[in-house]
C-alpha cells in the first residue's frame, strides 16, 4: 500500500542532508562572483542546539577532534546523572511496608519483616528499564520533536544497536568473566523465556511495520499498538512470575534458602539471612571471626561491610549505579579493602559453612605477601641432656627469599647460669640467597653434679633496616636435662581458666624428670557444667612428646556461646601412658571458660563502625551537602583507596558532579523530585549528544545510521558493561547480568519508538500527512539483528541444557572461550553488515 505523496515526502528525506552542505549562490548585481554566507558552513545546519557558536574559520579536522571529544564527556556527564536517575528509582522501588508474619519461635509469637510494595519483576520492566535505556529513549523522543515530528535516522539507529551490543557484546563479556568452574543460571526461568520471546518479537515486529504493512509510513494503529506491548509485557512477565499461567498445575512450596523469599498478597521481598538468622546475628558471627585476627577495628569494620554489601542479593539499578561510580571516580557501594585484608577475606566462612577445623585462627601473613623475609626458631622449646656437651637450635626463613638477610642471636639466663651450665652465645647469623635454614651450637657445662632440670633462654632480634622481620617463634627455651628416664607426664597447674575468644583452650602438659625417647598420654573429658558437643569439643585423645620435647600443648577447641556472662566447666583427666614415662602427681585440672569482656567491648566496635558505614551506602540517604562533599572529593572522599586512575576520572567528570549536585537527593520526597529533575537532565544532555554525533558523523563522512549503531550505541551502553560484568560476579545468578537484557532491548522497542511514533502519527494524521519513517539501513539493520538475536538466545539455552556446561555464563575454560568470541563475531557482522549497506557496497533494497 502507497499513501498519497508517500514517495514526494521519502525523498525529501532522503535529501535532508543536504542542508548540512555549505551554501553556495549567484547574485546579479555581482555578475558571477559567488557569495558565501557565513551561518551556513560544513555540517552547520539541520540539527537542535549546535553549533552553540559560529565554526566558519575552524578547520574540519580540529572541529572533529574537539566534536569528537565533546561526545565523549557528554557519555560521562550522562552517565554520571544516570546515577542520580538510578538511586532516585532506587528509592522509588525500594518502598516497603510492615508486615507481621506468625513465628511460634519468635518472643511475642510474631516477627516482622519490611514487604516491598513493588514487584521486582515490574520494577525490572518499568522503572529500572526506563532508568538503564533513558538516553537512548530520549534521544528517539527528542529527535522527532525537534525534527518538526519527521522521522531521524539516530535515535531509532541506536536503539537497535544499543539492542545488539547489549546482547551480543555484553553476553560474551558476562560469560566469560565468570572464574573458571564456576557457573550462572537463569533463576526466574519463566520470565526470561517471556522477556526473550518480546526481545524477538519487538524487532519482528518492527521489522513488519516498517517493510510489510505500510512500507516506509508508520500508522496511528501501528504506534499506538507498538506503545501499547510496553505495559502488555510488563503485565505477561508479572503473570509468569507470579505463575499464573500454572497454578494449577504447580503446589507451592517455600523451602530454606540462602536468601529467603516471603510472599504475601502476590508481592514479594528478599531477606538476607543465612539459616533464618538475622542479619544483626550473621553480622554479630563474622563480627567476632574478624576480632581474633590481628586487625583494626577501622580494618576489621571495612571487612566486614564488604562482606555484607557483596552478600546481600542487589537489583539491577545498583550494579548500574556501581559501574557509573567507578566510571567517575566516585564513592564505591562496596567498601574499599587493602591488600592486608583483601587475604582474609576468602577465610570468611558463612556460618552454617565452618567445620571443626575452621575454629583456629587465621593469622595475617607477617612477610606481606612475601615482600619481606620471615626468621625464626623451628621450635619454641628444646631439651637437652647435659651430657651432651651441646645443644642444636634451627633457624628458618620463610617468605621473601630472593636476598641476603641477617638475624642476631642472644642467650638470657633462666635457672640455668651462663658461665656455670652453659656458654653465653651471641652472634649474628647470615643467611645467603634462598637460603632457607641454619643451626647454631651452643655449648653445654656438665659438672657432674647432681641438679634439678634447667632452663635458658635464646632470642632472636633483627635491625630495623634488615629488610627482614621475626615470625612468631622468636624465642627458644632450652631445658637442661641431668639424666636420661623418659620422665613423668602431668598438667602444669590443677585448674586453668581461659577466655572464649580464641574459640581454643590451651592446656600445657609437662615432662619432668627426663626427656629421653617418644612417649605419649591419653587423655579424657568429662562434663561438669559445660557440656561437650555444644561448649566445647574433646572426649578422649592421645598426645604425643618427641625426644627431648618437655612441654607440649593439649588444645581443646571451644564453641561460641552468646550468653552475657559465662562460667562453664569441664575437667580433663591423663589416664596412661607409653614409652616407659609415668602420671605425676597432676593428672587432673579443671577448665573454666569465661566471657572476654575487652573482646566484646572490640566486637561491638566493629559492629557499630560496620553499621555506620553500611548506612553511609545506601543510595537514597544523601544530603544536598553529602552530595557536595562526595562531588568535590575523588572516591567520596575515601582518599586512602584512591588510585591513579580515580583521579583522572574524578577530573575529567569534576564539571558534572559540582552542576548535578544541585539536584534534589533521593531521599526527599520519596525520590520523585530526583526522578523528575534528573529525567529532565538527562533529555538536555540527551539533546546535545545527538547534535554531537550528527555533527562528528557528518565531519568524517559517515552516515547518521553508521554513528547510531556504534559510537552513540557505545556510549550510552559502557555503564550496562561494567555493571553487567561485575552483577556476573558477585550473584550467584545470571538474572541480573544478561536476563534482564532482554527486557530492556524490548523496552528500547516498545517505549523508545513507540512513544515517539505515537506522538508523530497523531500529529501527521491531525495535519491529514502520512508519518514517513524511511526503511532503508533501519529495516536492514533490524533483519540482521533479529537474525543475530534468534542465535545468540539458542546458544545461551543450548548452554542451559548441555551437560559438560550447564549454564548460561561461566563453566569450562574452552567453552567460555569459543562462546565468547562467537558473540563477539555476531556482534562485528552486525556492524560491518550494517555499515555496508549504509554505504551502499552491500545493494540490499529494503522498503
Known sequence: MELPNTTEKCEKLQKKAETRLPAMSGNSSLGNTPVFDINNYTCSLGYLLLPAINEYTWSVNVRAILYLLGLLWCFLGVAYVADIFMASIERITSKTRIVRISDP??????????????????????????????????????????????????????????????????????????????????????????????????????????????????????????????????????????????????????????????????????LHSFQDKSVDEEMALLAKELGRQDLSPEEAANLLSHRIASEVPHSRGWYRINAIRNMTGGRKLLPPINDTTQSLYGHM?????????????????????????????????????????????????????????????????????????????????????????????????????????????????????????????????????????????????????????????????????????????????KDITAIEGKDYSGKEGILEFDNQETTKNLIINLFESNKAERDESFQIELTETTGGATLGKISKTVVTIINDEEFNGLVNRILNMTKANLEALELHKTTYMQQFIEAMNVNGGQLATATFVDYILHFCSFFWKILFAFIPPAQYCGGWPAFFVSLAVIGLLTAIIGDLAGIFGCLIGLEDSITAITLVAMGTSMPDTFASKTAAMMEKTADNSVGNVNGSNSVNVFLGLGLPWLIAAIYHHVKGNPFIVPAGSLGFSVIIYTGTAVIAIAVLIGRRLMPSIGAELGGPKCSKIICSIFFLTLWVLYVILSALQTKGIIDVKIG
Not at 168 to 197: H, M, N
Not at 363 to 388: C, L, R
Open 105 to 270: 519461635e519468635a518472643e511475642n509469637g510474631y516477627r516482622q519483616v519490611d514487604l516491598k510494595v513493588w514487584n521486582d519483576t515490574v520494577a525490572n520492566l518499568s522503572l529500572m528499564a526506563l532508568g538503564t535505556s533513558a538516553p537512548e529513549i530520549l534521544l528517539s523522543v527528542i529527535e522527532i520533536v525537534g525534527n518538526n515530528m519527521e522521522s531521524g535516522e539516530l535515535g531509532p539507529g541506536t536503539i537497535v544497536g544499543s539492542a545488539a551490543f547489549n546482547l551480543l557484546f555484553i553476553s560474551a563479556i558476562c560469560i566469560y568473566c565468570i572464574p573458571d568452574g564456576e557457573i550462572r543460571r537463569i533463576a526466574s526461568v519463566k520470565v526470561f523465556a517471556v522477556t526473550a520471546f518480546s526481545c524477538i518479537f519487538a524487532y519482528v515486529w518492527l521489522a513488519i511495520v516498517l517493510l510489510a504493512i505500510s512500507p516506509n509510513v508508520i500508522e496511528v494503529w501501528e504506534a499506538v499498538l507498538t506503545f501499547v506491548f510496553f505495559p502488555l509485557l510488563i503485565l505477561i512477565a508479572y503473570a509468569a512470575d507470579k505463575n499464573f499461567f500454572l497454578k494449577r498445575f504447580l503446589k507451592k512450596r517455600q523451602e530454606e534458602q540462602d536468601v529467603v523469599g516471603i510472599q504475601m498478597s502476590g508481592e514479594v521481598t528478599r
Open 349 to 525: 566462612a558463612k556460618p552454617e559453612e565452618k567445620t571443626e577445623s575452621d575454629v583456629v585462627t587465621v593469622k595475617t601473613d607477617p612477610s606481606q605477601g612475601g615482600k619481606k623475609a620471615v626468621v625464626q626458631f623451628t621450635a619454641a622449646s628444646v631439651a637437652v641432656m647435659e651430657n651432651e656437651g651441646k645443644v642444636r637450635l634451627g633457624i628458618k626463613r620463610t617468605g621473601l627469599m630472593n636476598k641476603p638477610v641477617s638475624v642476631k642471636v642472644e642467650t638470657i639466663n633462666g635457672t640455668a647460669v651462663a658461665g656455670e651450665d652453659y656458654k653465653a652465645f651471641e652472634g649474628t647469623v647470615e643467611f645467603k640467597k634462598n637460603e632457607a635454614l641454619r643451626e647454631i651450637f651452643i655449648e653445654i657445662v656438665d659438672d657432674f653434679e647432681w641438679e634439678p632440670d634447667e632452663f635458658f633462654f635464646v632470642k632472636l632480634k633483627v635491625d630495623a633496616d634488615s629488610g627482614c622481620v621475626l615470625g612468631p617463634i622468636s624465642i627458644c627455651e632450652v631445658t637442661i636435662i641431668n639424666d636420661d628416664e623418659p620422665g613423668t607426664i602431668q598438667f602444669s597447674k590443677p585448674s586453668y581458666v581461659v577466655k572464649e575468644t580464641g574459640l581454643k583452650a590451651l592446656i600445657p602438659l609437662v615432662r619432668l624428670g627426663g626427656a629421653d625417647g617418644h612417649i605419649s598420654v591419653k587423655w579424657q573429658t
